[in-house]
């Protein structure tokens, strides 16, 4: 066994873990059946499958192909599947069926213990349209007391409407796909709260380079505090290409994320850590105008965007505890493009219905407004639920309006659906989104077990 330096982007096989003689890569279950891939190992293949805890599996069909479908089965209900060839076998894999939203880019269920070393949910979606025309997207594999340490990538040449497996990275958490000068990029931490690495592919995402460590972090959980990452806009600005990031952890006793900025010379290479600056990071200030009156935890995930003004700022999410009002802020921060050494600057509160989760917000070249997909809170009530995700529509990124509820599921428990973290694009006419998605039998709203594409045609009107 020899030692590996570099990013692994092949399946992760660690030492006694059962990963099975075939690598089955990605899995879709729909309402009656369920399609899932796997890597070549051979010319033919048998597929068996049974009802979970069933005594025997039963042979489904064979085929000569690296996917199947197996039909005709019972909706929501757990079953479980395997493929084999004439020496080798898959791990045992396990999915429920049920009717989805959007298209599925991949499914993991909350029980399967394929990817036990990282976590057992999908999060941190992720995606470019690549220069070629074609799209990649990513995401996590978490789990809170997991390891946290594997992103998963996948293609589509069709414009979402069917995806394959690419690649995948370990170590890697939070990851954020951008490109640069054509050329494919991610940004992640190792782990939770772990280093800040930057790696890079020359091949258009089928394999990467070994990663640059940016920043030294730690293990946030335990303790300590590190490197706080999500996928957000990649932001170029008078002749410097931004990143928002944060320092801090959940777990810290004295609970804060600091707001930071990273920031590099557009004509420099990313792969060279000195070439890239952080901005001091700044804690919150429950003294600062415009924040509640009451208990707030804070600021996370900012996304960038420059303002109407022509100023780059930083709009945060903001972890309000109780008080007044007890939802419905978000906290604008000023980039200062002069000193990117310098901590960003405070200025203060702007009203949105969405501060209980990660969102992003892009300005819409053809007409100036802004706009950003987010979970929709509607009342004090609900104000923890993610089943309403909604777009907004801004003339001047201050005052936001709805513009449309996109998936509506507030007749569903709350405690177990969600949709979150969207990752979105506006292209021509439509925007396209890729959506952190917790259904049919999720473990909870938040540990979702989707990642849904979805397209807005003609969002203008």
Same mark, same amino acid.
């Not at 003689?21 to 010319?43: M, N, Q």
């Not at 805890?53 to 479980?80: H, Y």
């Not at 030294?216 to 928002?244: A, F, I």
């Not at 952890?249 to 600056?277: F, Q």
């Given at each position: 066994?020899?030692?590996?330096?570099?990013?692994?982007?092949?399946?992760?096989?660690?030492?006694?873990?059962? $990963?099975?003689?075939?690598?089955?890569?990605?899995?879709?279950?729909?309402?009656?059946?369920?399609? @899932?891939?796997?890597?070549?190992?051979?010319?033919?293949?048998?597929?068996?499958?049974?009802?979970?805890?069933?005594?025997?599996?039963?042979?489904?069909?064979?085929?000569? /192909?690296?996917?199947?479908?197996?039909?005709?089965?019972?909706?929501?209900?757990?079953?479980?599947?395997?493929?084999?060839?004439?020496?080798?076998?898959?791990?045992?894999?396990?999915?429920?069926?049920?009717?989805?939203?959007?298209? $599925? $880019?991949?499914?993991?269920?909350?029980?399967?213990?394929?990817?036990?070393?990282?976590?057992?949910?999908?999060?941190?979606?992720?995606?470019?349209?690549?220069?070629?025309?074609?799209?990649?997207?990513?995401?996590?594999? @978490?789990?809170?007391?997991?390891?946290?340490?594997?992103?998963?990538?996948?293609?589509?040449?069709?414009?979402?409407?069917?995806? /394959?497996?690419?690649?995948?990275?370990?170590?890697?958490?939070?990851?954020?796909?951008?490109?640069?000068?054509?050329?494919?990029?991610?940004?992640?931490?190792s782990t939770e709260y772990g280093d800040l690495l930057i790696g890079k592919s020359t091949d258009g995402g089928r394999s990467f380079c070994t990663p640059t460590v940016l920043l030294r972090g730690s293990n946030g959980r335990k303790g300590g505090v590190g490197v706080h990452k999500n996928p957000q806009n990649t932001v170029y600005y008078k002749g410097r290409m931004y990143h928002t990031l944060e320092w801090g952890s959940w777990g810290n006793s004295s609970y804060y994320h600091a707001a930071m900025v990273m920031s590099i010379d557009e004509n420099l290479d990313p792969m060279v850590a000195e070439n890239w600056h952080f901005s001091e990071p700044l804690k919150y200030d429950p003294?600062?105008?415009?924040?509640?009156?009451?208990?707030?935890?804070?600021?996370?995930?900012?996304?960038?965007?420059?303002?109407?003004?022509?100023?780059?700022?930083?709009?945060?999410?903001?972890?309000?505890?109780?008080?007044?009002?007890?939802?419905?802020?978000?906290?604008?921060?000023?980039?200062?493009?002069?000193?990117?050494?310098?901590?960003?600057?405070?200025?203060?509160?702007?009203?949105?219905?969405?501060?209980?989760?990660?969102?992003?917000?892009?300005?819409?070249?053809?007409?100036?407004?802004?706009?950003?997909?987010?979970?929709?809170?509607?009342?004090?009530?609900?104000?923890?639920?993610?089943?309403?995700?909604?777009?907004?529509?801004?003339?001047?990124?201050?005052?936001?309006?709805?513009?449309?509820?996109?998936?509506?599921?507030?007749?569903?428990?709350?405690?177990?659906?969600?949709?979150?973290?969207?990752?979105?694009?506006?292209?021509?006419?439509?925007?396209?989104?890729?959506?952190?998605?917790?259904?049919?039998?999720?473990?909870?709203?938040?540990?979702?077990?989707?990642?849904? @594409?979805? /397209?807005?045609?003609?969002?203008?009107?």
């Amino acid at each position: 066994m020899q030692g590996i330096s570099s990013w692994s982007h092949a399946p992760y096989k660690p030492p006694l873990f059962d $990963v099975g003689g075939i690598y089955i890569c990605r899995v879709v279950p729909f309402k009656t059946s369920i399609h @899932f891939e796997w890597l070549k190992t051979a010319d033919e293949y048998k597929i068996y499958y049974r009802l979970r805890d069933e005594k025997d599996f039963v042979l489904a069909g064979s085929t000569d /192909r690296e996917e199947f479908d197996i039909v005709g089965l019972t909706p929501d209900v757990d079953w479980e599947f395997y493929v084999t060839d004439s020496n080798k076998k898959s791990r045992v894999r396990l999915a429920r069926t049920g009717e989805s939203v959007g298209t $599925v $880019v991949n499914y993991l269920h909350p029980e399967d213990r394929a990817y036990s070393y990282s976590g057992s949910y999908l999060a941190s979606p992720s995606f470019i349209r690549h220069p070629d025309g074609y799209l990649l997207s990513s995401m996590d594999v @978490f789990k809170g007391d997991g390891g946290q340490n594997l992103n998963l990538i996948f293609r589509s040449d069709d414009d979402g409407r069917t995806w /394959r497996y690419q690649c995948e990275l370990m170590p890697s958490f939070w990851g954020k796909l951008f490109l640069h000068k054509g050329e494919v990029y991610m940004i992640s931490t190792s782990t939770e709260y772990g280093d800040l690495l930057i790696g890079k592919s020359t091949d258009g995402g089928r394999s990467f380079c070994t990663p640059t460590v940016l920043l030294r972090g730690s293990n946030g959980r335990k303790g300590g505090v590190g490197v706080h990452k999500n996928p957000q806009n990649t932001v170029y600005y008078k002749g410097r290409m931004y990143h928002t990031l944060e320092w801090g952890s959940w777990g810290n006793s004295s609970y804060y994320h600091a707001a930071m900025v990273m920031s590099i010379d557009e004509n420099l290479d990313p792969m060279v850590a000195e070439n890239w600056h952080f901005s001091e990071p700044l804690k919150y200030d429950p003294s600062w105008e415009g924040t509640v009156d009451g208990v707030a935890l804070g600021t996370i995930e900012g996304t960038l965007c420059v303002t109407p003004s022509g100023e780059l700022h930083n709009v945060m999410r903001y972890n309000i505890v109780s008080g007044d009002p007890i939802y419905g802020l978000v906290l604008d921060y000023k980039v200062d493009h002069l000193d990117p050494d310098a901590p960003l600057e405070y200025l203060g509160s702007i009203k949105l219905d969405g501060n209980n989760s990660k969102f992003m917000i892009k300005r819409d070249e053809a007409t100036g407004k802004y706009y950003t997909i987010i979970s929709r809170i509607d009342s004090a009530q609900n104000r923890k639920a993610r089943n309403l995700l909604s777009l907004m529509e801004s003339d001047d990124m201050y005052n936001w309006r709805l513009k449309r509820d996109l998936i509506d599921r507030r007749d569903a428990d709350k405690r177990h659906v969600g949709f979150q973290y969207v990752c979105f694009e506006i292209e021509g006419d439509d925007i396209i989104y890729l959506c952190r998605t917790a259904i049919n039998g999720a473990n909870n709203f938040h540990d979702s077990n989707y990642q849904t @594409f979805h /397209r807005i045609k003609g969002f203008r009107a």
